[in-house]
């Protein structure tokens, strides 16, 4: 979870939708253009922006090309990707015909908003998980997904900043979040047992992504160490921009966009792959 506009107007949104929406102690509530559940909302970081940071004062955007040159129209939306991200995918599988609306942009009114809003903002450090869901639980919500830490070794960033020369992934930075992650599934354990009304899935990306770097040929993908944008060694952001030099051409070869974010051909079987570990949380 992270510290994503957690402020008043964010609980204001999310209690309009909720009463619009009619949700129950159960957490159900009308779905009325056919989608699977009533609404989504979406908290983290650059993994699941959609283009909070736009007009934010930060150097950490993604609304330039060659960002955006596979998504609708081939414009950048301040997606960290060329495409779609995972949670789009699982948008569009759960019926949505809409993408939740990033909760700084213009979209994030009137009838939109009664599909959920995103609240993910790119750089955001790690919150109180316990507080977040608290709040969101008193707001009303029921059905919780929550991703682990992917492995952070893996990236292309951290092989060329920590791997000492080397093109395997990073042994101390994988554990570390293994760790992280082993502590994310026991607390929301605990959570569970606190909240007997709450269903709450911890959905495990870091396996997911690691099968895929570990096994690119069984996955499609021909490029794992580098990504797709300039050198694929160390850019992102501000550094993969229409002046980098050697960014590649089919970017569904590769599994990372950036060296930080996957391609939208990554996102697809993660989407698949969180979709199916969640599935509880559509079920009544």
């Known amino acids: 979870m992270a510290n994503d506009h957690e402020d008043g107007t964010t609980t204001e949104a999310i209690k309009y939708v909720m009463e619009k929406k009619n949700f129950t102690a159960s957490g159900r509530g009308r779905c009325e253009r056919g989608q699977l559940v009533p609404a989504m909302f979406i908290f983290g970081d650059s993994i699941v922006d959609v283009g909070n940071n736009n007009d934010l004062v930060t150097l950490v955007k993604a609304n330039f090309p060659p960002y955006g040159r596979d998504f609708a129209h081939h414009e950048p939306t301040g997606r960290f990707c060329n495409g779609k991200l995972a949670i789009d995918i699982i948008a569009e599988g759960l019926g949505f015909t ?7 942009s213009d979209k994030a009114n009137g009838e939109m908003l009664l599909i959920g809003v995103n609240f993910a903002s790119a750089a955001s450090g790690y919150y109180n998980a316990t507080a977040i869901l608290y709040n969101l639980y008193e707001l009303g919500a029921r059905r919780i997904g929550v991703t682990t830490l992917p492995p952070l070794g893996c990236l292309p960033a951290a092989i060329t900043a920590f791997g000492h020369g080397s093109n395997q992934c990073v042994a101390r930075l994988n554990n570390n979040a293994i760790s992280f992650n082993n502590k994310l599934n026991h607390r ?19 396996s997911a992504l690691y099968t895929i770097i570990t096994k690119p040929d069984e996955n499609g993908f021909a490029e794992v160490r580098r990504a797709c944008c300039g050198t694929g060694l160390l850019e992102t952001s501000i550094l993969c921009n229409q002046h980098s030099i050697g960014t590649c051409s089919n970017a569904s070869q590769y599994v990372f966009w950036d060296s930080f974010h996957p391609t939208e051909a990554a996102n697809k079987i993660l989407a698949t792959n969180l979709s199916n570990s969640g599935s509880s949380l559509i079920q009544p």
Do not use: E, N, T
Request: charged share 30%.
């Open 188 to 206: 929301s354990q605990r959570l569970k047992r606190r909240f007997s009304k709450l269903k709450l899935v911890v959905l495990d990306i870091y």
């Open 98 to 104: 809409d993408h939740q609306p990033a909760y700084m």
